[in-house]
């Protein structure tokens, strides 16, 4: 299949224990080393990727062993990354709760920015040199920028990866999108007292290829997984268009609406 070994692991990151009911300072001190540690790990896997003081025409070049067992010429790139909010902080040094783009303080977190006056954008450069100084006025810059010191992998490489497509991040956002009009489609119908013909619509999809078999109706369903928001993703448009056939003409303007919402997502 095109699709295997399209990803390959290459390292784990450590997962520090988390550390309860210990002071402050000493909670503080491990978390820099924390910090360190994975920064380390980071470095020797993103080696390859990092700034050429001196490049020429084989810089970042290497004889890569690819999964299916040829060795290849090949210079690898950042082309995409598969993290979350959280741990963009934890990577890239940064203070909980901030903004990752933007040098945006955190009480205005929120609030509307002029286009012509907006917040600094986060300057990866400046804290590289911030840290390498290691001096106390540099401490305190990066510190007023929620920036903690130290060495971080991310700075040294020839992107900024924030601009990189995030996959996971637009997966989950199809997911919770995809939970919210199930959610608002399921009141509509029991709004416009549909909800009875809605079920036996739901029920009656048939199996086929890899749908499962309905055994439920959509009341009785009380926990979606992962498997079956993808399969409901595969036919709630047809199941919705099916069920709002119709109507009077005061009505059909009012039942366009979640068939319109429901076709844009998916």
């Not at 290459?10 to 994975?38: C, F, G, M, S």
């Not at 490049?55 to 598969?82: H, I, K, M, Q």
């Not at 637009?170 to 939970?179: A, F, N, P, T």
């Amino acid at each position: 299949m095109p699709s295997m070994h399209s990803v390959v692991m290459v390292a784990l990151l450590p997962i520090p224990i988390k550390n309860r009911n210990i002071p402050q300072k000493r909670l503080d001190d491990q978390r820099h080393t924390n910090r360190e540690v994975q920064n380390e790990v980071l470095r020797r896997v993103l080696q390859p990727l990092t700034f050429k003081h001196n490049p020429s025409t084989e810089s970042g070049y290497y004889n890569v062993l690819c999964a299916d067992g040829n060795f290849r010429r090949c210079t690898p790139v950042l082309a995409a990354w598969l993290t979350d909010c959280p741990e963009y902080s934890d990577l890239h040094h940064l203070e909980q709760h901030v903004c990752f783009w933007y040098e945006c303080p955190k009480n205005k977190l929120g609030h509307y920015v002029p286009p012509d006056r907006p917040y600094p954008g986060r300057y990866h450069n400046l804290y590289r040199t911030l840290s390498d100084a290691n001096t106390k006025a540099a401490d305190a810059e990066l510190s007023s920028r929620h920036v903690h010191q130290g060495f971080n992998m991310f700075r040294h490489v020839p992107c900024i990866v924030s601009d990189l497509p995030k996959p996971v991040l637009l997966h989950k956002k199809q997911i919770g999108m995809l939970d919210h009009i199930r959610k608002w489609i399921f009141h509509f119908m029991k709004t416009h007292e549909r909800l009875n013909m809605y079920n036996a619509i739901w029920l009656s999809v048939p199996a086929y290829n890899d749908l499962t078999p309905k055994t439920k109706s959509y009341e009785e369903v009380s926990q979606w997984n992962r498997k079956e928001r993808k399969e409901m993703s595969r036919y709630l448009l047809g199941v919705v268009t099916q069920l709002l056939r119709g109507g009077s003409p005061a009505q059909r303007p009012i039942f366009n609406r979640p068939i319109a919402c429901t076709r844009a997502l998916l």
